[in-house]
C-alpha cells in the first residue's frame, strides 16, 4: 500500500538565551493562530507547525512527533530531519539538553520521548513478536563512522537505547558531522497459517549547520549557498524535487542524490517512502537574519515534495495446508524443476535454429535471462530468504543402513567430521539433484520432444491470443491450468487438447511475434503519429505559401528599386560635388583666415557627409534584395524538401497501418474459426472421457512389470482420488479467478493461493501420470534413473534421505515448493513491473512526440511571422523607395530616417537569428514559471542589498 503524503515543516524558534548575543532586536516570530512565521517586515511563511520560543519539549514532541510512532508500528519508514543554524537547538530538539538522565524528563528530547513510547505500544501488540535495532552514524564530509561501533545494535528495553544513546554521544566529532540516528522495528505475527512481517525504518538526522556564500542566481539575485558538500547536495535536491515540471512529470531518477553521502542516505526521506517531517530551528535575532530567511525558504521549498509512504510487509507461510496430499507436493516441486530445465534444454536448442523468427528468438532469450534472474534470486537475494533447516542426522543407524561404508571408518568419525559431512551430503544432494534431473530430462525430451515442441508453440501462440497480462503472465501458462473463462468453457476438456486446439487456429498466425492487443495499441500509436505528420505537412504547407508570396513580392519591387539606386547614385554624385566645392570653400577661408566663413563650412561639411553616408548606406540596401531573395528562396526550397520527408514519412506509416490492420482482421476472422474448432473439439473429449479406463491407458509400450489385479485396483483408487482432489483444486482456483473477475483486485494472500494451486494442479497431473505409467506396466523414468545411482556418496545421501520421516519429508517438500511459489510470485511481479513500465515508457514517447511536434510548430509559426514582419518591413521600404525615384519632396529628410530604419532591421538579424530570439523569448516565459506557486502565493522574490563593513557582510531586504 503507498500513500502519496508531502513531507511536513516544522519551525522551531530557538530562545533568545540560547544566543550569545548582546543585541535583542527581533526580526521573526510564531503566530500560532494560522502556523505561519512571520518576519519584521510582515512577511509571512506557511509551515505545518510553528513552535514558538517558550514551547517545551514536550509540547514540540506531541504536536509534531506523536503520529509518526502510528506510521511506524504500520510498517511505513519515518523520518525526523533537523536543519538550522548552529546553535538553534537541533541537536537540543533531538535528544535534549547532553544527555543525562538523570536530569528531568521533561528536558528529554524527540529520541528518547520517541524510544520510549516505541517500546510501550509494541507491548500492546500481545500477538506480536518484534525485535528493534539501533544504528548512529555520523557523516563528516564523505566519510561514514559508525558511532555505536558494532553496526546494528539490538535493544531489548528503553535502558538498553539509552544507554547506546550515551555510548553514541561520547563517540561523536564536534559541531561538524551531520548524525543519522536509526530504529528499525521487526515484527511479525501470525494469522491463520500465514506469518505478517512488518519491517519498518524511524530515522533521525541532525543536520550540522554551514557556513554560507553569497552568489548570484541566474536572474542576478544573490543566494546564499552553503559550503558543506553535503547540505549543498542536499539543498540541489529538494530544488529539483519542488520544481513544478518535477511535480508534474518528473523523474526521480533525475535527482541527483549521489552527489554525496549525505543525499544518498537520505534518498527515502526528501522524495522516497519514508514520512518525513523536516524540523528547522531558527534563531528570531536581527543579526540572524539572513540565515533564518535561508531556512524558513528551503523550509518552504520542501513542504511542495511527495513522499510515497510506503506499508513495508511480506507474508510467509508456517504450516502444510491439509488439502495438498505430499504426493502431490512431492511432483509440484520435482516437475517443476524438470519442467524448467526442460524447457531450457529445449530452448537452447531452438535459438540454435536459424528457421526461428527475430521475436520468437528475443522472447526465448527473455525467458532464459528471467529464468536465471530467477535462481540468482532464490539462491541467494530473495526476500524473505528461506534455506532448508539442515535435517538431524540419525547417528547409529547411519553406518549399518549403509552397507557400502566401512563400520570400522564409520567408527573414527567424530562430532565435527559429523558435522562437515552432513554439509557436504547437502551439497552431493544438490549435485544428485542436478544428474538425475538431466538424466530425466535426456529421456522425457527424446520420447516427446515433437509432443513438447507443440505444446511451445503452442504456449506462445495462447499467450499471444490472448490479451493482458493475466494470459501471457502467470496465469494459463500450462496446459492443466486455465484461465476462469476457460474453465466456464470446458471445465472437463482434457487440456491437451484445448491447447492443440487452440493451435490448429493459431499456428498460421501473423510474421511477427506481436500480440494481437499490442498491435491494436501499435495501430493506436501509428495513427496518431500520421495525424502528427499530417499537422506538420500543414503547418510546412502554410509556411511555404509565405515565403512565396514574399518572394513574388521581392521580385515585383526589383524594378523600384532599380530606379531607386539609379536616383540615389545620381544623388550621391551630385553631393559629393557639392561637398567638394564646400571643401574647397573651407580652404579658403582658412588660407584668409575668416573665422566665420570656416565656421560656416565646417557645419556645411559635417551635413554633406552625413547625407552622403546616408545614402551609401540606402545604396546598399537596394542591393540587399538580391542576397534576400535567394536566402528566401533558399529556405523555400529547404522547406519543400521537409515537405517531401514528411510526406514519406506519412505514407511509410500509413502503409504499416494497413498492414496492421489487415493482419488485425485475420486474426479476428482466425480466432472466431478457432472457437468453432474449439467447441468440436470439446464435445468429442467429452465423448472420450466417458471411459475411464480407456483414458487411463495412454502409453502404449511394452509393459515390463506385471501387476497384479490388487495393486492395479490401488492404482486406479488412487488416480481416482488424484483427480478429485485436482478437481476441488480446480473449483477453488476458479472460485478465486471468479472474484478476480467481477472485484478485479485480488490481494496478495489470494494471488498466493492461485500460485499454489495452479503448481499443485500441476504436480496432480504429473503424479497421475506417473501412475498410470505404473498401471500400464512400464517402470516410471523417475524410478529407473533412481535404481541408477551408483557413486558411492550418493548411494550414502540417498539412504539418509529414505531415512525421513514423513513430517521430515513434509516439511523438505514444503519448504521447496513455497520456494518455487515464491519464484513464480516474484516472476509475477516482475512481469507486472515490465508491463508497468511499457506503459510508463509508452507515456513517456507520447509526451515527448508531442513536444517535439509542438517544437516543430512554434518554429514554423514563429518563421511565418518573421516572413510577415520581413513582407511588412519590405512594403514599407518599397513606398520611400518609390517617394525618392519619383524625386519629389524633402528627399534629404526621407533619406536620413529610412537609413536609419534600415541599418535597425540588419541588425536585427537574419530570418534565422529572429527565430533564434523568439524561442528565446518562449524560454524565458517558461522559466517564470519555475518558482513553486507556493512561493510565488505567498513570498515575493526577495530582493537584497549587500555591504560590506570592515569583515561583515549586511544584507538588508528591499522589496517585500
Ligand atoms: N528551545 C530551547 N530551550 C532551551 N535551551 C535551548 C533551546 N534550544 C537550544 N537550547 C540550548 O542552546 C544551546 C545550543 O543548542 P544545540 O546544541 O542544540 O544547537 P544546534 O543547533 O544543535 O547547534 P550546532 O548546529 O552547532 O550543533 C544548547 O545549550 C541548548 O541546550
Redesign the pocket.
Known amino acids: 500500500m503507498t500513500m502519496e503524503i508531502n513531507i511536513e515543516t516544522a519551525v522551531?524558534i530557538?530562545?533568545i538565551s540560547?544566543r550569545s548575543s548582546s543585541e535583542n532586536s527581533l526580526c521573526l516570530q510564531a503566530n500560532l493562530s494560522n502556523n505561519t512565521i512571520e518576519l519584521a517586515n510582515s512577511q509571512s511563511f506557511p509551515v505545518n507547525y510553528a513552535i514558538p520560543?517558550h514551547s517545551s519539549q514536550t509540547v514540540l514532541y506531541n504536536t509534531v512527533i506523536t503520529p509518526l510512532l502510528n506510521f511506524l508500528i504500520e510498517g511505513c519508514d519515518v523520518s525526523v530531519v533537523a536543519l538550522?543554524?548552529?546553535?538553534?537547538?537541533?541537536?537540543?530538539?533531538l535528544f535534549g539538553?547532553g544527555f543525562h538522565f538523570a536530569a528531568s524528563e521533561t528536558e528529554h528530547g524527540i529520541i528518547p520521548r520517541f524510544i520510549r513510547d516505541l517500546f510501550t505500544k509494541v507491548k500492546q501488540y500481545r500477538d506480536r513478536n518484534y525485535t528493534i535495532h539501533i544504528t548512529w552514524s555520523q557523516i563528516c564530509g564523505e566519510t561514514v563512522q559508525d558511532l555505536l561501533g558494532a553496526g546494528s545494535v539490538e535493544c531489548t528495553d528503553i535502558l538498553d537505547a539509552f544507554q547506546l544513546i550515551q555510548l553514541g554521544m561520547s563517540n561523536m566529532a564536534p559541531?561538524c558531522a551531520h548524525t543519522l540516528f536509526t530504529l528499525t522495528l521487526d515484527q511479525e505475527w501470525i494469522i491463520d497459517t500465514a506469518v505478517q512481517h512488518r519491517v519498518s525504518t524511524a530515522s533521525f538526522t541532525?543536520l550540522?549547520?554551514s557556513e554560507k556564500i553569497l552568489v548570484y542566481d541566474n536572474n542576478g539575485l544573490v543566494q546564499s549557498l552553503p559550503t558543506d558538500s553535503g547540505l549543498l547536495a542536499l539543498q540541489q535536491c529538494i530544488t529539483a524535487l519542488s520544481e513544478p515540471y518535477f511535480l508534474n512529470y518528473g523523474n526521480i531518477n533525475n535527482i541527483p542524490y549521489g552527489q554525496s553521502v549525505l543525499t544518498t542516505l537520505l534518498k527515502d526521506s526528501f522524495g522516497g517512502r519514508a514520512k518525513t517531517i523536516l524540523l528547522c530551528?531558527v534563531s528570531p535575532l536581527v543579526e540572524d537574519f539572513a540565515e533564518s530567511l535561508y531556512t524558513l525558504q528551503l523550509a518552504l521549498r520542501t513542504q511542495t515534495i511527495k513522499n510515497f509512504v510506503t506499508v513495508n510487509s511480506y507474508t510467509t507461510f508456517q504450516n502444510i495446508q491439509d488439502n495438498y496430499d505430499v504426493f502431490g507436493l512431492q511432483f509440484a516441486t520435482n516437475q517443476l524443476l524438470k519442467l524448467v530445465a526442460n524447457a531450457e534444454e529445449l530452448f537452447q536448442k531452438l535459438l540454435t535454429n536459424s528457421s526461428l523468427a527475430k521475436g520468437e528468438l528475443e522472447q526465448i532469450s527473455r525467458w532464459l535471462t528471467f529464468k536465471q534472474e530467477c535462481e540468482e534470486c532464490l539462491s541467494e537475494n530473495s526476500e524473505p530468504h528461506r534455506s532448508l533447516d539442515i535435517i538431524e542426522e540419525e547417528e547409529a543407524e547411519d553406518n549399518t543402513s549403509c552397507n557400502t561404508v566401512n563400520s570400522s571408518d564409520s567408527d573414527e568419525i567424530d562430532e565435527d567430521q559429523e558435522q562437515d559431512n552432513s554439509q557436504s551430503n547437502m551439497e552431493k544432494f544438490e549435485v544428485m539433484m542436478k544428474n538425475f534431473k538431466i538424466l530425466t530430462d535426456e529421456i522425457v525430451s527424446s520420447n516427446y520432444s515433437v509432443h513438447s515442441n507443440v505444446n511451445v508453440s503452442t504456449k506462445d501462440s495462447f499467450c499471444n491470443s490472448s490479451s493482458e497480462y493475466h494470459s501471457k503472465g502467470a496465469r494459463g501458462r500450462r496446459g492443466s491450468i486455465h484461465s476462469a473463462e476457460e474453465l466456464r468453457n470446458s471445465f472437463s476438456v482434457d487440456s491437451k487438447i484445448c491447447e492443440e486446439a487452440v493451435l490448429d487456429s493459431e499456428d498460421k498466425k501473423c510474421e511477427d511475434s506481436l500480440t494481437y492487443e499490442a498491435k491494436k495499441k501499435l495501430v493506436k500509436k501509428i495513427l496518431s503519429v500520421i495525424e502528427g505528420y499530417q499537422k506538420q505537412i500543414l503547418d510546412l504547407q502554410k509556411t511555404i505559401q509565405v515565403k512565396e508570396k514574399f518572394m513574388q513580392r521581392l521580385v515585383k519591387n526589383k524594378n523600384t528599386e532599380n530606379n531607386t539606386r539609379a536616383k540615389l547614385e545620381h544623388q550621391c554624385q551630385k553631393l559629393v560635388k557639392e561637398y567638394d566645392k564646400v571643401n574647397a570653400a573651407y580652404t579658403q577661408a582658412e588660407i584668409n583666415k575668416d573665422g566665420d566663413l570656416e565656421k560656416k563650412c565646417q557645419v556645411k561639411l559635417a551635413q554633406l557627409k552625413k547625407k552622403i553616408n546616408d545614402a551609401e548606406s540606402l545604396k546598399v540596401l537596394t542591393e540587399e534584395s538580391n542576397r534576400k531573395l535567394m536566402e528566401v528562396e533558399n529556405s523555400v526550397h529547404t522547406s519543400k524538401k521537409q515537405l517531401e520527408k514528411l510526406k514519406k514519412c506519412k505514407r511509410k506509416e500509413e502503409k504499416r497501418k494497413a498492414m496492421y490492420e489487415a493482419q488485425l482482421k485475420d486474426e479476428r476472422k482466425r480466432m472466431g474459426t478457432s472457437q468453432d474448432s474449439l467447441q468440436k473439439q470439446k464435445s468429442s473429449v467429452e465423448t472420450k472421457n466417458s471411459n475411464e479406463n480407456k483414458q487411463l491407458v495412454v502409453l502404449n509400450r511394452t509393459p515390463v512389470i506385471n501387476l497384479s489385479h490388487e495393486n492395479a485396483e490401488s492404482l486406479r483408487h488412487e488416480i481416482r482420488n488424484l483427480r478429485k482432489t485436482r478437481d476441488y483444486l480446480l473449483e477453488q482456483r476458479y472460485k478465486i479467478d471468479t472474484k478476480a473477475m467481477h472485484k478485479k483486485i485480488l490481494n496478495e494472500l489470494e494471488e498466493r493461493k492461485l500460485l499454489q494451486y495452479e503448481e499443485a494442479i500441476e504436480a496432480i497431473d504429473l503424479a497421475m501420470e506417473y501412475k498410470n505409467e505404473v498401471l500400464c506396466g512400464h517402470i516410471p523414468v523417475i524410478a529407473k534413473s533412481l535404481e541408477q545411482i551408483e557413486e558411492k556418496g550418493d548411494k550414502m545421501l540417498m539412504d539418509r534421505l529414505m531415512k525421513l520421516n514423513e513430517t521430515e519429508m513434509r516439511i523438505l517438500l514444503y519448504k521447496y515448493f513455497q520456494k518455487i511459489v515464491d519464484l513464480r510470485n516474484s516472476s509475477k511481479k516482475l512481469e507486472l513491473q515490465v508491463v508497468d513500465i511499457e506503459n510508463q515508457n509508452e507515456n513517456l514517447s507520447c509526451r515527448v512526440q508531442s513536444l517535439s511536434h509542438t517544437l516543430q510548430q512554434v518554429r514554423l509559426e514563429s518563421e511565418r511571422r518573421i516572413i510577415a514582419l520581413q513582407h511588412q518591413h519590405e512594403n514599407k521600404l518599397q513606398v520611400v523607395m518609390r517617394h525618392l525615384a519619383s524625386d519629389s519632396g524633402d528627399n534629404d529628410r526621407v533619406v536620413s530616417r529610412v537609413s536609419k530604419h534600415a541599418l535597425a532591421f540588419q541588425m536585427a538579424g537574419t530570418s534565422k537569428q529572429g527565430d533564434k530570439s523568439l524561442i528565446a523569448r518562449f524560454t524565458r516565459y517558461a522559466r517564470q514559471e519555475t518558482v513553486p506557486k507556493q512561493l510565488q502565493a505567498t513570498v515575493s522574490v526577495p530582493q537584497a542589498i549587500v555591504t560590506r563593513q570592515k569583515n561583515k557582510l549586511f544584507i538588508q531586504q528591499t522589496q517585500k
Not at 84 to 93: I, L, R
Open positions: 522551531r530557538c530562545p540560547c520560543a538550522g543554524q548552529s546553535e538553534t537547538g537541533k541537536t537540543y530538539s539538553p559541531k541532525d550540522a549547520s530551528t
